[in-house]
T-cell receptor
Framework: GAVVSQHPSRVICKSGTSVKIECRSL??????MFWYRQFPKQSLMLMAT?????????EQGVEKDKFLINHASLTLSTLTVTSAHPEDSSFYIC???????????FGPGTRLTVL | AQKVTQAQTEISVVEKEDVTLDCVYE???????LFWYKQPPSGELVFLIR??????QNEISGRYSWNFQKSTSSFNFTITASQVVDSAVYFC??????????????FGQGTTLQVKP
């Protein structure tokens, strides 16, 4: 299957700083990428849908000014957690979708810890 | 609205036992996909299967099998002769392809499977 990478895999930061997470589709072009968040012992919750060259679509309850998403190319989407706080500590997972086939390929995830 | 329910929060079995993980879904669309993913302690999601709404054939892959019943909106997953390495959290998910055609996934709550030696 196709490969999706995420960087960094793990990040620890101080409260108030911003953190950028990259999601790359390595061997295919992804017109759509998705960002999910998973709190400990909980399910994955979709945060936003990112379409190349246009603004992301955020799910209800997700602050777009706090979670900035940029999808500047067909192989890269970034999620920036601005002014991170301890409650933003979570596992963030991206996926790249091929809408024609319905397949989604997941990245390995980024574990964010905000002190 | 679409919804996926995995009523079993945790299941514990002894190695070599068979175990079935339940998944019930809700959707208004006639075209959709159903998925199962495995999430080991490392956190990375492992794709297990994708089934479209028009294909109700059951599927078997090694020790894994899936039973898709549209009449009851269920997509259950069975592991036969379970092994310790099967211990993980398993997620069932639904993807709709309505007018938006986004393919976003709606996940169930997950079932934690513990296989004891």
């Amino acid at each position: 299957g196709a490969v999706v990478s995420q960087h960094p895999s793990r990040v620890i930061c101080k409260s108030g700083t911003s953190v950028k997470i990259e999601c790359r589709s390595l061997d295919f072009q992804a017109t759509t990428m998705f960002w999910y968040r998973q709190f400990p012992k909980q399910s994955l919750m979709l945060m936003a849908t990112s379409n190349e060259g246009s603004k992301a679509t955020y799910e209800q309850g997700v602050e777009k000014d706090k979670f900035l998403i940029n999808h500047a190319s067909l192989t890269l989407s970034t999620l920036t957690v601005t002014s991170a706080h301890p409650e933003d500590s979570s596992f963030y997972i991206c996926s790249a979708g091929q809408t024609s086939s319905g397949e989604q390929f997941f990245g390995p995830g980024t574990r964010l810890t905000v002190l | 609205a679409q919804k996926v329910t995995q009523a079993q929060t945790e299941i514990s079995v002894v190695e070599k036992e068979d175990v079935t993980l339940d998944c019930v879904y809700e959707t208004r669309d006639t075209t959709y996909y159903l998925f199962w993913y495995k999430q080991p302690p490392s956190g990375e999601l492992v794709f297990l299967i994708r089934r479209n709404s028009f294909d109700e054939q059951n599927e078997i892959s090694g020790r894994y099998s899936w039973n898709f019943q549209k009449s009851t909106s269920s997509f259950n997953f069975t592991i036969t002769a379970s092994q310790v390495v099967d211990s993980a959290v398993y997620f069932c998910a639904l993807s709709e392809f309505g007018s938006s055609n986004t393919g976003k996934l709606i996940f169930g709550q997950g079932t934690t499977l513990q296989v004891k030696p």
